[in-house]
């Protein structure tokens, strides 16, 4: 059933690249594995989705204490500053750096294990109020203000789309961020790297895919 449910939803990542002229190999499925157990994490492993996300840091340690480093681990959720300590050994992506306090705070742990976090700054586009994320012109701030940190490169960048009545409003929150991205960076800022949009989950990641995503976020869709 998993196995079914990643070969048709890769298999529809493929298709949507092409339509949108985008080579496929530039989109990674992250499998969110939040909802599930560690077995059924292994299940998409052996079904070939290697990089998993989790949403919080207790369940990606559950996990971790399981899967060990087989999967690439990526933090997709809010992160609180004093749990960032338990995931710096750990984590290969955060895509969720919305507060210069948070980048410090990971750069001082990764500092801590000899390595450099790769991290993204999670942008709230829509300006929808219940959603994490710096707006629009706070990400340039920030992105100027991470890139002193020494244990820390930013990647790119995050979004999540809320509930849209239609396709097209769910494009414009993420050409949003892909415009975003272009502009950021422009300013060449030191050791700020837009290589990554990390946008699209179950419900809208071929919008997000037309739109430039080079990380889907996707769980439901894999565990129905
Ligand atoms: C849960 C979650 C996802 C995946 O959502 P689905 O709708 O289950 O695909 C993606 N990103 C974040 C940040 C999440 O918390």
Redesign the pocket.
């Known amino acids: 059933m998993i196995q079914d449910n990643v070969k048709r939803i890769l298999e529809d990542i493929r298709e949507t690249a092409i339509k949108a002229g985008r080579n496929p190999e530039d989109i990674t499925l992250v499998g969110?594995t939040?909802t599930v157990t560690a077995k059924e994490a292994q299940e998409l492993m052996d079904a070939g989705v290697c990089t998993l996300?989790e949403?919080r840091v207790q369940s990606l340690l559950d996990k971790y204490e399981v899967l060990k480093d087989a999967p690439t681990w990526h933090l997709?959720?809010h992160l609180q500053t004093n749990k960032v300590k338990y995931i710096a050994d750990k984590v290969s992506m955060i895509?969720?750096v919305d507060s210069l306090k948070l980048a410090e705070e990971i750069d001082r742990q990764f500092e801590k294990t000899g390595r450099v976090a790769q991290i993204l700054l999670q942008v709230n586009v829509s300006g929808e109020e219940s959603k994490f994320g710096v707006t629009p012109e706070d990400a340039f701030r920030l992105a100027e203000q991470v890139s002193v940190l020494k244990h820390v490169s930013v990647q790119g960048l995050m979004t999540?789309a809320p509930i849209m009545e239609n396709s097209s409003e769910t494009r414009k929150v993420f050409s949003g961020l892909q415009k975003l991205s272009v502009d950021i960076g422009a300013k060449k800022y030191d050791n700020i790297y837009m290589r990554h949009l990390s946008m699209g989950?179950?419900?809208d990641y071929r919008e997000a895919i037309m739109e430039g995503a080079t990380l889907v976020?996707?769980?439901?869709?894999l565990f129905i």
């Open positions: 969110v939040k996300g949403n997709i959720g895509h969720s999540m989950m179950s419900g976020r996707i769980g439901s869709a």
